[in-house]
């Protein structure tokens, strides 16, 4: 499938493109995020809630793993980075067949318990302010709105 990449020369580039991304959003979508610690994954979340008219601050929901937010729609963000194992079942499958955005960081962690379908995005680190952000949709829905984006 195809793949899609924006390179961020800092952090506001970062959640410029999240914040266009959330227009194209429905409920019942899915994001995962993967990157390293410190490669943005929290700041595109960050600029998602903006673009969904969230107003709270949303900072990095890693002790209490699921977060939620209300704005044009709900918005559950995810850090399953602390998940004990794969299978380490904490009713995802309500958020995800629910009636907002999914956001997963570390989403890998889960795999198992992941849609068929979702957008896939990963932050790689290039120098202290710059990431290259590589989309990668997971089916037709995902497909379409990349090409949206783009
Ligand atoms: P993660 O959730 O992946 O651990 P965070 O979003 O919490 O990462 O932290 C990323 C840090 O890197 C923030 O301090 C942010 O300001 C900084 N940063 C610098 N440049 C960028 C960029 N281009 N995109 C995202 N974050 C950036
Ligand atoms: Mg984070």
Request: hydrophobic share 35%.
């Amino acid at each position: 499938m195809d793949k899609y990449e924006w390179l961020a020369k800092n952090a506001e580039d970062t959640q410029i493109i999240a914040e266009k991304l959330a227009t194209l959003l429905d409920s019942g979508d899915v994001i995962t995020l993967e990157g390293d610690l410190g490669a943005g994954k929290t700041t595109f979340t960050k600029g998602l809630a903006k673009g969904l008219h969230i107003n709270r601050t949303v900072n990095s929901p890693t002790f209490t793993i699921i977060k939620e937010y209300n704005g044009r729609l709900p918005l559950y963000h995810m850090d399953v980075y602390r998940v004990k194992d794969s299978f380490e079942d904490l009713g995802f499958d309500e958020y995800f067949e629910g009636n907002g955005v999914c956001v997963v960081e570390w989403a890998h962690l889960i795999q198992d318990q992941l849609p068929q379908d979702y957008l896939k995005i990963s932050l790689l680190y290039e120098q202290e302010n710059t990431r290259k952000i590589i989309f990668e949709p997971k089916g037709a829905r995902y497909m379409q709105i990349c090409k949206e984006l783009f």
